[in-house]
């Protein structure tokens, strides 16, 4: 596995944090989500470094990454917007919303902008229904929110 500076402390953090585990077995969820906020996403090099320090099959590791939509195996963008499309938030016009954000991004669900500052990702329900419809961006959560409002937020964490 072959790294810059920055990888090779993320790995050494990450193998720290496997080693101090009282049982590694049965832990494959909780160093996935410490491996994805240290790398920001799980390449196939650090779910087979997962993999080796665990003592299980890479597609085991793979399995679970990909079942779960929390884990991805792609870089997101500094700014991951997601649009809840739950019940709640659908009929208040989250369809809309989330339309409005591709069209002034030029890209889809699930894409991130040429210059790695936005991603674009939909929920099934954040739990905060009386605020629909809802945007999160990264863990900032924007309720009652309308199409006028996406140039706002997109100034807001433009670089």
Same mark, same amino acid.
């Given at each position: 596995? &072959? $790294? %810059?500076?920055? /990888? =090779?402390?993320?790995? %050494?953090?990450?193998? !720290? +944090?496997?080693?101090?585990?009282?049982?590694?077995?049965?832990?494959?969820?909780?160093?996935?989500?410490?491996?994805?906020?240290? @790398?920001?996403?799980?390449?196939?090099?650090?779910? !087979? @470094?997962?993999?080796?320090?665990?003592?299980?099959?890479?597609? *085991?590791?793979? #399995?679970?990454?990909? +079942?779960?939509?929390?884990?991805?195996?792609?870089?997101? #963008?500094?700014?991951?917007? %997601?649009? $809840?499309?739950?019940?709640? $938030? @659908?009929?208040?016009?989250?369809? /809309?919303?989330? /339309?409005? +954000? *591709?069209?002034?991004? %030029?890209?889809?669900?699930? *894409?991130?902008?040429?210059? #790695?500052?936005?991603?674009?990702?939909?929920?099934? $329900?954040? #739990?905060? &229904?009386?605020?629909?419809?809802?945007?999160?961006?990264?863990?900032?959560?924007?309720?009652? @929110?309308?199409? =006028?409002?996406?140039? =706002?937020?997109?100034? /807001?964490?433009?670089?």
């Amino acid at each position: 596995m &072959c $790294c %810059n500076n920055v /990888e =090779k402390e993320y790995l %050494n953090e990450l193998d !720290g +944090f496997i080693n101090n585990l009282e049982e590694k077995k049965g832990s494959l969820i909780s160093v996935l989500h410490k491996a994805q906020n240290l @790398f920001g996403y799980l390449s196939k090099d650090v779910q !087979g @470094f997962i993999a080796n320090k665990l003592d299980m099959p890479v597609s *085991e590791v793979n #399995g679970v990454v990909t +079942f779960y939509s929390y884990f991805t195996e792609e870089p997101n #963008g500094k700014y991951v917007i %997601n649009v $809840c499309l739950g019940t709640a $938030c @659908f009929v208040k016009g989250s369809g /809309e919303i989330l /339309e409005e +954000f *591709e069209r002034r991004l %030029n890209i889809k669900v699930g *894409e991130t902008t040429p210059d #790695g500052i936005y991603t674009i990702q939909v929920l099934r $329900c954040v #739990g905060a &229904c009386g605020l629909a419809p809802v945007v999160t961006v990264n863990d900032k959560v924007y309720g009652h @929110f309308t199409k =006028k409002m996406v140039d =706002k937020i997109l100034d /807001e964490y433009r670089e």
